[in-house]
């Protein structure tokens, strides 16, 4: 059961000064000792630092998002508010707003993320209309533009929030009224042109809500048809405008819905072919959601590569223990440096960027716990970077894995792939040449020796 | 751990009586009253007894499998033997097969199945070659057709085994070494002509080890295409043959494999676009392998209806609080009934059936429960069936869908479908009629409840 | 993220007119044909039919609950409400709590369930302090008394919200600061004499923050003994106050809290064992916490019957695709039969109840669907208490397994049980007479076969 | 479908030369860089080195076990062996019994671990009755006291193997037939003194049938009440040997059995209770099986330690996206330090120690691969170790527990855990003094990115 109301005595802290760490954080290297003055500083994040010939802030592309850290108010589904930011209290909701952008982007400016990401509904409220929604949104976009330029903090990615709003609780794209996917459709509409003016790099979709509960009332080929007719809009909107960011698709097996369409990156691809986008529209990948449908985020990150998708990642880890979205702050060490390998054997993150998708536990009420979490975070990316980089320039495991596949550069090996052969003639050549292929050791465990070397 | 050794105090049963029943399983009506002289009967299978026009047979199809009733012995990870099926012991193998396949046979006639399905090594035992394995292979295919002569059991699918021999242990088409895939090609040439001969309906590929264990050692692209190679082969072959049957992908998340990448509806759909086989191969779903992708079965036949690809059924069911395949028969009546509902609406079961991919729990050692578990099953099915055709009959759930979507043949629904529609005029459209469209109950609670009333 | 703030147009219906039955649902028995006038009848439930030898509704004792159906606004982690129930608008709170408490009596009346069960927060809104909030509650209580008065419902169990308010964030009782535990003590006081004075059959106390989320912040060992002192001072109250009423604790494994102490039956009958309190205490299960924890629900009641402990049973379901907590209405046939087996097994419901902990769906807005949901599962429970009368009388079942079980009956058997028995004595009995037991099937399909026949 | 024969073609390689390498594994220090002459060296296991004021091979105690590297053949639920050890293959059990032991110390030697691990059937063959049986056992124990005598390989603990034989498919201790009780006991018996013969420091029970397929079939109260009598003769039993080792319970939910009555920590612990043995009995731990029940390995330990039957560690690793035991070797840094940091917390591993219960991936058929696994596994664990040191020698973690519950030191907090507060005083003080308990941060990401600055 969940009790929503804002609680009465709100703490209203004086503007501008939410955190008490005043200026960014420094790059001290891997000696910092902290201190009462510092008590945090970066060890690994030296952003300037090059790393297989580009500086490391361009390598990582990190972003804070809006979402967890500004909107999210410590809500579960059996407890109440427990954050209380002084801008979710009562008061002139746009107000409230700007407030929320100015503690939004200092925190940027502490931590020194490149980037931020954002829903519309995230940045102003809804107004009566979608006509005052947007007037609202355009305020802030106002406001964004001379923040975006006075710090130099970018856009990368904005999307809108089409789950929340009760209008979209049979979906949005998939709604069995036409009348909400018309709303959906000129609220995207409204977003994208905003990212396109803020120069976004990217623009998302996530459909938390593009999906079904029962199979009783619902008409799956018609929605899935629905769903593809609103990409399609999507990416001839974007062309229209000139619009250079990739548009990217949000994988999630479930949670909102019992059963999302867009499950992972497999069934977005053959979604995307379905409907002749594959070239068009690319992913956003999470590892909390990959989780959730039963893969690795190194599965997900390769595969993607693989069927030339590959678009951006949402930084945050899951609770194995857990079956729902904990959206934590990624801190395990090799896990992270094995997903930047597979992101630096995709050729990098591109476009994309990492953006923490990630929402501080419940208990961490402080205003400055939101910077240890972001901050700890890059760091511990950075560190992961490093060791990926390690693992790119020894060449080991990649040595390794061609070596293993070489006798596909054999002339059967190249017969096969070349289309040359058929189950005829190579039954022919098995029983002629009284072939019986004898297996090799595929060395799991030395690989992960050899991994743990570069730690 | 587990040791496998045959015990030497091995049961050898008189050939021909291996079961305590004789005589076919009657069909008696729902009024039936087990007695120590038919202890079973069926009370719905009624194989006669028209179902939506069709014979019931005809829109069940039923099929026994080979492996698990006649080649699983009750091994379990960390137990050995447990059947202890006097053709497991010690002797001549032909001979053992043989054996086998008269108890397979004669259960076939007691149970009255019409259908049967088996893999290569479930039937004949692996030679020194594939030149002897092949021989072996065809003595006992002139038995089966001598056999299927004479009980009138069709084949509904035959399959190779790819996955046991250690030969595959790191695939069989996504094997790092060719002669690998060179070895598989020439198996699945012979069963599938094997399968032709004997009048197959169908033929299925199964990809248990088609996958990997870990992307250390693994190159996930280049396997890919392997099996893209592979499976285009196959339908070459099954052309120039003159093959009619479907071939038949079945898709499974993981085990044996880690990640396997025949995972499932979504990822298959997917793999056959990206090789353009969409129209060629469609795909045999089971409920334990829809369970280990986090699906529910009716979504996977629903999603492989909607795609075009829904080929046929395994028919058991998985243990949710397990985490492996369990393979049990089906025994939930109301799951089944939605399941069979999924299927009449996905236009029946085609050229398909559903195959009894079950097996007996490692304690069901006497001969006599392949006999219980297998009609029992089957008479839940046929009853489940009969609740499927009072669904589709009275059309009250059909008619709530329809009602529910009706909006989309209204001018705007269609406009959009039909790709009339933009963002822009959509968004100007919302703004124009300041439309707030309003949500409506979608009702599960009720249409849960009209379920139960067909029960 | 969610949104939570209540939409502005709220829809006030007329008090007393919230749904549009009017009249108490009948029992029509099975041949029950819906008209427009009588949409639905019992057809199962007839309250007053014996089945062994007890009223129907006493062998049930069917609850709906406050939390859920009046409280619950359809908000999920994505979602902002979607029920939009009169009394959750603005407006004087406890003028909303009476709103709320007319119609919530009104439900009962309608699908005539005879008890019902509530946290204090669900009844009325917390006060500016604890004193505050006691005076509200009482004020409800009063109304409680004559609304139970005028139509015999009873109270199944009242229990205090230890969860929603960000006090407990850090737990209730196990909160380190005992300052919390002193409030969370107060609270229940005041509840257990509330329940005690409205003649509560039951206390129950979920611990949803009792619990940790990381064990670097936590002194589990130290959180243990706070936890069992706090059941204690319960426990000596309700001896104090001379409540006779059960002491019930629901045991669930996770949700909120990463990882909760009340983990499943075994672990708190561990609990209650440490304490010495397991004569004292009983539990409240519920299917859906069953399963979070890897348990069937039979299990648990099975468990807890062994153990003595078992008191009540909240009566929903989980959905086993998805990781958390679903409260569904219960809607599969013989599932709730064999949970009712299991009841029947266990000697019956006995002061516990049934109670609905579930909920609708979000989408389920029409204010009928309350009506829909509750009438649909009392007579889904019913029918499946029928089929456990079956069952029972029958007594197939009960007899396989007395015979399974009989050589403990045999002069080893007892020997064994009775303590006359070393390890020496029995390896020189298995030496002395070659002892070489042979396994027995099973027979666990024939079994499951057997459970059908009765459905 | 498991096929099971041991392949004809066994490669047989010379005694004595089963890996590549010829000399125990030297520690070289972080620096190592490995050569063609010498592949491997530890860099940080450096046994004498001390921790926390003891040798580092002391504070871990690892130990080999027999079954995974020298019983198992790589097969799995769908594939055949594929390691083909020489003494897997066709020959006189006892000659191949003596082989394979000359290999297992070969191992140990090679690898340097101080202990091995064994069931009765993992290292002599089971015989045609339990006498032969404990014959050759006994012969095979002669030559591990001269092995262990030669080497100073000591037993960490031996098990007998109750669940691979069909006598056991129903249960040992739980089994419906008495005898199998009495021939389980007298298998106990005699591995239970061999191993106190062989001065193991400790006798483990692992109960992987003790636990049941379908309550259908099962008296579960009465199964508990015969399980807790085996366990009470083990108890009896070696206090009359005067065996000083612990007695030691491998807790693991599920598999082979569908539910097992070992479930968790918190299970066993209250089944001790309920047999009086919870000062007699502590627990073998395993990460994997922690992951089955739905727990971290941390929080086992945690909870044993806690209730004080904390005793020994299986140290594996199991894939949390597969639901089955997959027993894999550590390899991940950080979690394994944090659960060596609990093992520290807990007062070290005492008579236990850090068994290696962890198999090779079925694809990995070098002989060597087995050297690689185990030295890589506690070159892991030894660096994990001295992480785990920092983080006790810094103190910082601890420091920040103990403050968050200092004010159980207060007066209020003493008094309420001393006992000598009620509901009725504790509600009293919370009204008087108006208390309303302000939340602290938890700083959950400040604590997890302290531990990732020991790393």
Redesign the interface.
Known sequence: ????L???SMDTAPRGAYFSFREPLAFRGEGFVPTAEEPFAYRFYDKNRLVLGRRMEDQLRFAACY??SF????????????F?RPWHGAGDPMAQALHKADVAFDLFRLIGTPFFTF?D??VAPEG????ESNERLRRIEAVFERKMDQTGVKLLWGTA?L????????GAAT?????????A??Q???V?EMTHRLGGHNYVLWG??EGY??????????E???LG?FL???V??KH?IGFKGQILIEPK????T??QYD??V??V???L??NGLETEVKLNLEQNHA??????F??EI??A???GIFGSIDMNRG???????TDQ?P?????VALTLY?VLKAGGIGQGGLNFDAK???????PD?LV??HA?AM??CARALLVAEKMVQDGA?QR??QT??Q??D?P??RA??Q?E????T??R???AE????????????????L??GY?
Chains 1, 2, 3, 4 share one sequence.
């Not at 009566?128 to 006509?131: D, K, Q, S, Y």
């Not at 097996?253 to 909102?256: G, I, L, N, W």
């Not at 609770?319 to 979205?325: A, F, K, Y």
């Open positions: 059961m969940t009790q929503t804002v609680p009465a979402w967890h909107v999210g108010d410590g809500t579960d589904p059996f407890g109440d508010a427990s209380l829903h509904r995230d009566a209309t979608l006509r929030n789950f929340s709003n009760r209008r979209y609780m049979a709604n069995p009224d036409p009348d909400v996917f018309a709303y459709a000129a995207v509409k409204n994208l938390g809500r509960e029962t199979l009783l009332n619902t008409d799956l080929k018609r899935l048809a629905q007719r399609n809009l999507v001839e909107h229209k097996p479930a949670e909102p019992k059963h499950h992972d497999a069934t691809y053959g979604f072919k379905a989780l959730l449908a039963g893969h690795n190194e599965h390769a595969l590569s693989a069927l609770d194995e223990m857990l079956g729902w979205d702050f801190n395990n060490l090799p896990q597979e501080l536990r419940r208990q961490s009420i402080d716990d240890w979490a700890s760091d511990l495991l390794h894995v293993r596949y006798g596909w054999s059967r090996g096969i792939l289309g052969c058929s189950l005829e190579l039954a050549d098995v029983e009284g072939l019986e292929p004898q297996p090799r050791s595929s060395q799991q465990e030395r690989l992960e020796h991994v743990n730690i």
